[in-house]
């Protein structure tokens, strides 16, 4: 733990919580002190807990699932979706779609949607249409685009969830908690922590917290798949050193049988020698 860690956390506002009457007793546990009237976060407990989260999430991304981030408050949304686009992460900043993990097969059909009215345009069928029915799968497309088109190539459930204020998510919580996905969370003092795997005792509503928090997780991430690319580079390696001295034992059985073929030749020579030599001195016995 660095001092120069705890020294960003305050210059962003991250000890920042909640006035005391809004407090969550369960969050006790991660409050230093109150300050006028209002409740300051331990931030070296918040750099132990953020280190524990940066290296469970750089696991997940080396093992190659995908890290859903999401956060629908305006403070948030832009912050999310910039440092998601820079990992490669599927991301919700729009409104949670009820059901988006426990009906994920639904959720699917309609990213699909999106991707035939994609094709519609490209094959030109989209301009046989009325001007009516252009205008309807137009406004459906921008639709399922502002809502779903940043999770469109999540073709399965994510490893993990990483949520910015887990009171506004709370839907998104719930289906996470059902179908045991972990879930790494910016908990604030307002906040129940009961139920969330990787607790962040953190400001959830400054946007300089938000985006020093995932700068940090966002660094983890990319280090997850650097290590998943790397190990991937020497697998391949590997396997093209293996298939590789299979053609100098071919090369070793050309030279053993160009070997074997001298020596019969070699052998045939002095046969033919001999047999000249033996020639020889029979037909000088018979002019003797």
């Given at each position: 733990?660095?001092k120069?860690?705890?020294?960003e956390?305050?210059?962003?506002?991250?000890?920042?919580?909640?006035?005391?009457?809004?407090?969550?007793p369960?969050?006790?546990?991660?409050?230093y002190?109150?300050?006028?009237?209002?409740?300051?976060?331990?931030?070296?407990?918040?750099?132990?807990?953020l280190?524990?989260?940066?290296?469970a999430?750089?696991?997940?991304?080396?093992?190659?699932?995908?890290?859903?981030?999401?956060?629908?408050?305006?403070?948030?949304?832009?912050?999310?979706?910039?440092?998601?686009?820079?990992?490669?992460m599927?991301?919700?900043?729009?409104?949670?779609?009820?059901?988006m993990?426990t009906?994920?097969v639904t959720i699917?059909?309609?990213?699909?949607k999106?991707?035939?009215?994609?094709?519609?345009?490209q094959?030109g069928?989209?301009?046989?249409?009325?001007?009516?029915e252009?205008?309807?799968?137009?406004?459906l497309?921008d639709?399922?685009?502002?809502?779903?088109?940043?999770?469109s190539n999540?073709?399965?459930?994510?490893?993990?969830?990483?949520?910015?204020?887990?009171?506004?998510?709370k839907?998104?919580?719930k289906?996470a908690?059902?179908?045991n996905?972990?879930?790494?969370?910016m908990?604030?003092?307002?906040?129940?922590?009961?139920?969330?795997?990787?607790v962040?005792?953190s400001n959830?509503?400054?946007s300089?917290?938000i985006?020093?928090?995932?700068e940090?997780?966002?660094?983890a991430?990319l280090?997850?798949?650097?290590?998943?690319?790397?190990?991937k580079?020497k697998?391949?390696?590997n396997?093209?050193?293996?298939e590789?001295?299979?053609?100098?034992?071919?090369?070793?059985e050309?030279?053993?049988?160009?070997?074997?073929?001298k020596?019969?030749?070699?052998?045939?020579?002095?046969?033919?020698?001999e047999?000249?030599?033996?020639?020889?001195?029979?037909?000088?016995?018979a002019?003797?």
């Amino acid at each position: 733990m660095s001092k120069n860690q705890v020294k960003e956390l305050v210059e962003a506002g991250v000890h920042f919580g909640h006035l005391t009457r809004k407090w969550n007793p369960n969050m006790s546990p991660y409050i230093y002190m109150e300050r006028n009237g209002i409740h300051i976060i331990n931030l070296y407990k918040t750099v132990a807990k953020l280190d524990e989260a940066s290296q469970a999430l750089k696991k997940i991304a080396a093992s190659g699932r995908k890290i859903l981030f999401v956060a629908t408050k305006k403070q948030a949304k832009d912050i999310v979706s910039e440092s998601s686009k820079k990992i490669n992460m599927p991301y919700i900043t729009e409104r949670w779609p009820g059901g988006m993990l426990t009906n994920f097969v639904t959720i699917r059909k309609a990213v699909k949607k999106m991707s035939s009215i994609d094709r519609m345009k490209q094959d030109g069928t989209f301009n046989s249409l009325s001007k009516k029915e252009k205008l309807q799968i137009g406004r459906l497309r921008d639709k399922l685009e502002k809502n779903l088109g940043s999770i469109s190539n999540m073709t399965r459930l994510p490893g993990a969830i990483f949520i910015v204020d887990i009171l506004r998510e709370k839907i998104a919580v719930k289906e996470a908690q059902k179908l045991n996905i972990p879930i790494f969370a910016m908990v604030d003092t307002n906040c129940d922590p009961r139920g969330i795997d990787y607790v962040i005792p953190s400001n959830d509503d400054a946007s300089k917290s938000i985006s020093k928090i995932l700068e940090h997780v966002g660094t983890a991430v990319l280090e997850g798949l650097e290590e998943r690319n790397s190990s991937k580079e020497k697998e391949e390696d590997n396997s093209k050193t293996e298939e590789a001295p299979a053609p100098k034992q071919e090369v070793k059985e050309e030279s053993e049988t160009k070997k074997e073929v001298k020596s019969k030749v070699a052998k045939e020579s002095s046969v033919a020698k001999e047999s000249k030599e033996a020639d020889d001195k029979k037909t000088k016995k018979a002019k003797k």
